[in-house]
């Protein structure tokens, strides 16, 4: 009797294992894809609906395995091959990338999610009815012997991705962590499995950990990089790069998921993208006094802002990015800096503003949850009687690319904001625009204004209960990140 039982807890202990390298590998395949295709809703789906088939295809090869005889050989086949997937993730990623993103978007991100992702899922849904069949002797224990079995392996998934998300990836990064949850499954069969009496067999781990430590040593390295980290919000990556009309002026970048969010001359400490200039030209018609700047990057409008003696406050959720903006990017030591999610700040905040920023692109994707109908009527509150607000926006406003605009217009209006729109360029795949919304009109002509501005639809408005600024602005996301691949990334 009390060998059933420890054999029981052995098997249990293997299932949450098992199901905490599931989440591991999911989490972690997404921000493998992220530096080249982002963290778009295409990746996430991509990810999930893999991630899904390739458990699915396990648990039906493992309920057909379950019928064959030795199956705690079987099981220890299948997770050391789970284990070995786990492993060779980041190294498939490196070369599997690099032949799928020549492909369109949508074709590249999901076979690139197959090749990461399936492997490993194939072989952690086949443990789950191998063990099962271990557990069940009768008929009447196979219900109960599942429903422990799923909810152990779905603990262990909770307990990962709170381990994933909130300490190992940001401490970490994505290698370090595959290989502690690829460690702990192996650890689990080392201890917990009678077959491993047999001592040959403990050569087997040797083959994932010389695959991890491939992986370490042969990650790529753009040769510009000055500093690269990884974190849960992805790659953040600081090169030095000459201008390719002039390599004598370098240019600093910093990088999210490989695209460019700041741009700073080296020679002057100025900025040089067409987004600034257009910026700064028109901040000539802003009120002056205290501002709010959402989303910081490297800090170059904030500068901007306080060269132009603004009393600024600004609010950015990713810790690296303030830190990289006072190492590399020299931020005004005056300038105050909160930690801290926008929409959260925003609610929680009683100062008013004269002027507030938004700059809160990472890549190609915007916060929809920011610019809600509620949070825009919580802004109001919080701009003075002739406050304005900036909104950085990508370039399209028409057909179905521009969906994502109009309702974000369609939302601002709504809220009670008069608008104008200034742009870098009349190319809508290689402009910004920068929206301008004021508490009153204002009587002037901004530089670069289109006008009259063109409502295709007033009726759609992003809200809290119904948020669909992100999915309209889906195929405007895919056409920006096709040109952005097409033209830096693939030339670097």
């Known amino acids: ?89 980041p190294t498939i990623s490196l070369y599997f990338n690099t032949i799928a993103y020549h492909l369109s978007l949508i074709p590249a991100v999901i076979l690139s999610s197959c090749a990461i992702i399936f492997p490993p899922m194939l072989c952690l849904g086949a443990a789950s009815p191998l063990i099962i069949s271990l557990l069940t002797s009768s008929a009447n224990e196979s219900g109960e012997n599942s429903g422990k079995i799923y909810a152990i392996s779905t603990l262990g998934g909770i307990v990962a991705t709170f381990l994933c998300g909130f300490y190992l990836i940001p401490s970490y990064g994505i290698m370090f962590t595959l290989f502690i949850f690829a460690s702990i499954l192996g650890l689990s069969i080392l201890i917990l499995i009678p077959i491993f009496k047999n001592k040959k067999l403990y050569g087997i781990i040797v083959v994932p950990l010389l695959i991890i430590i491939y992986s370490f040593t042969h990650i790529h390295k753009n040769k510009f990089t000055i500093f690269q980290t990884e974190g849960v919000f992805g790659k953040l990556e600081i090169r030095d790069e000459p201008q390719p009309s002039n390599p004598d002026i370098i240019i600093r970048r910093l990088l999210i998921n490989n695209i460019i969010q700041t741009e700073m001359n080296l020679q002057n400490n100025q900025p040089v993208s067409d987004y600034i200039n257009l910026f700064q030209k028109n901040l000539n018609y802003m009120p002056k006094g205290d501002a709010l700047l959402l989303g910081l990057g490297g800090g170059v409008i904030a500068n901007l802002l306080s060269y132009h003696e603004y009393n600024l406050t600004s609010v950015e959720f990713d810790e690296r990015i303030i830190n990289v903006a006072k190492r590399f990017f020299y931020l005004n030591t005056n300038i105050e800096t909160h930690c801290d999610d926008a929409r959260h700040f925003i609610n929680v905040c009683e100062k008013k503003f004269n002027l507030i920023v938004f700059d809160l692109y990472k890549a190609e994707e915007q916060p929809s949850y920011v610019i809600t109908q509620e949070s825009l009527r919580k802004l109001k509150t919080l701009l003075t009687t002739n406050g304005v607000m900036l909104i950085n926006s990508h370039g399209y406003l028409a057909g179905s690319r521009g969906l994502g605009t109009q309702c974000l217009l369609s939302t601002l209006k709504n809220a009670g904001f008069d608008l104008k729109i200034c742009t870098t360029s009349e190319d809508e795949d290689y402009r910004n625009l920068l929206i301008v919304a004021s508490m009153k009109p204002l009587n002037v002509t901004l530089d670069n204004e289109l006008s009259p501005i063109i409502y295709s639809n007033t009726n759609i408005i992003n809200t809290d209960n119904k948020p669909v600024l992100e999915y309209l602005n889906a195929s405007a996301n895919k056409s920006w990140r096709n040109n952005y691949l097409k033209n830096y990334i693939l030339v670097n």
């Open 1 to 89: 009797m009390m060998s059933t039982v420890l054999r029981s807890y052995k098997l249990y202990l293997i299932s949450l294992a098992e199901g905490s390298a599931v989440m591991a590998a999911e989490i972690c395949g997404a921000k493998l894809l992220a530096p080249i295709f982002g963290s778009s809703l295409y990746v996430w789906s991509s990810i999930m609906a893999i991630t899904l088939g390739g458990l699915a295809s396990g648990y039906f090869i493992g309920g057909q395995l379950s019928k064959r005889l030795h199956k705690e050989k079987l099981l220890l086949i299948i997770l050391f091959s789970a284990i070995i997937f786990i492993c060779m993730m």
